[in-house]
């Protein structure tokens, strides 16, 4: 089926959305029982980690753990943000830089300014971004950051996008109580779906959809480590307790190019292949044998991929036995986990 499509549909009694493009499964997100990244608490400081430069967090669903605790004593009440799921056996990851981020819109009380996507280069666009702001903020202080998804979008809407994201950091905020509570909670895959997915697509609704679609049969071969390349060429994506382990075949390809065309096609694949399976931390690739002189155009690539991915990923560079390092947000639960 060609085009782009976004299902909303369930897998059981957990919400879930997919988006499919030209026939094939290009992001799913699936609600898990884990607490959702962006959700706010107010949590109560437990115990600081001196070595790791930290302290241990009580909040309702369980322990966290903060950086850069300076000022912060046992006791104390203090506003923090998830930002991520926690590893096995390990306290939730948050922070205490809280953003509320909708469609179009991120508000961002600790840091003043308002700011427009780099990628809306047009002047008279910006101009008139920059006067929807300022007509909605007045003289609030909070920060503002404008998305990509603002270009052309309709005044109302975007008004609209601010004003509930800055009463909700406004409310948030302004709650002067020091029990340790939820004040609010992440958003789930089909508000993701809207927040993030803002390419035209038709949008599916029914019940059923991802069998309608064949999301449920993509589902099932992404569970598997392996990953056609074209040529006969497979990378094989396999996450260990340390890390995850990414090797590169060259298949039946016995060219002297074989090498740096599995690479390349590599390099465009990894992110969907990750993003798909739910992995982050520390990603190892083995690639296929190439001359050191490639090694540039392999992170060129590599490094022009990951910028058209949401999660943040970090390019750490070539290890002593020509291996590739990255460093992958852990954004999502893999879906290992999810499926089980």
């Given at each position: 089926m060609k085009g782009r499509s976004i299902i909303l549909d369930h897998m059981g009694d957990r919400e879930a959305?997919?988006?499919?493009?030209?026939?094939?499964?290009?992001?799913?997100?699936?609600?898990?029982?884990?607490?959702?990244?962006?959700?706010?608490?107010?949590?109560?400081?437990?115990?600081?980690?001196?070595?790791?430069?930290g302290m241990f967090l009580k909040t309702p669903d369980g322990s966290a753990?903060?950086?850069?605790?300076?000022?912060?004593?046992?006791?104390?009440?203090?506003?923090?943000?998830?930002?991520?799921?926690?590893?096995?056996?390990?306290?939730?990851p948050v922070t205490q830089k809280l953003l509320f981020k909708s469609r179009y819109a991120i508000v961002t009380p600790g840091a003043?300014?308002?700011?427009?996507?780099?990628?809306i280069k047009d002047e008279a666009e910006r101009d008139r971004l920059l006067e929807i702001a300022h007509d909605v903020l007045s003289d609030q202080p909070t920060g503002l950051i404008l998305r990509s998804s603002c270009g052309g979008a309709p005044v109302d809407a975007i008004a609209e996008d601010i004003a509930q994201m800055a009463e909700l950091a406004a409310r948030i905020l302004a709650d002067e109580s020091r029990e340790m509570e939820v004040l609010a909670e992440g958003d789930g895959p089909h508000l993701l779906a809207w927040r993030d997915w803002?390419?035209?697509?038709?949008?599916?609704?029914?019940?059923?959809?991802?069998?309608?679609?064949?999301?449920?049969?993509?589902?099932?071969?992404?569970r598997g480590p392996e990953v056609s390349l074209g040529a006969g060429a497979r990378l094989y994506v396999e996450p260990t307790r340390a890390l995850v382990a990414v090797d590169v075949n060259t298949g039946s390809d016995a060219s002297l190019a074989a090498g740096i065309k599995a690479n390349m096609a590599c390099a465009k694949a990894l992110p969907r292949a990750l993003r798909l399976r739910g992995l982050g931390g520390q990603i190892v690739?083995?690639?296929?044998?190439?001359?050191?002189?490639d090694r540039r155009s392999f992170e060129t690539v590599l490094r022009q991929s990951f910028r058209a991915d949401d999660i943040e990923t970090a390019l750490v560079g070539w290890t002593p036995l020509g291996h590739f390092e990255l460093q992958r947000k852990r954004a999502r639960l893999p879906l290992s986990e999810v499926l089980t």
């Open positions: 959305a997919a988006m499919m493009v030209d026939g094939q499964l290009e992001d799913i997100l699936i609600d898990t029982d884990a607490p959702r990244p962006g959700t706010v608490y107010r949590a109560i400081a437990d115990r600081p980690v001196k070595g790791q430069g753990f903060l950086r850069q605790i300076k000022g912060l004593a046992p006791g104390q009440p203090i506003l923090v943000q998830v930002t991520g799921y926690a590893e096995p056996g390990k306290a939730l003043p300014g308002i700011n427009i996507s780099r990628q803002v390419a035209p697509a038709d949008v599916v609704t029914d019940a059923g959809g991802f069998e309608a679609h064949g999301v449920l049969d993509a589902l099932e071969t992404v690739l083995d690639l296929a044998p190439m001359p050191k002189k």
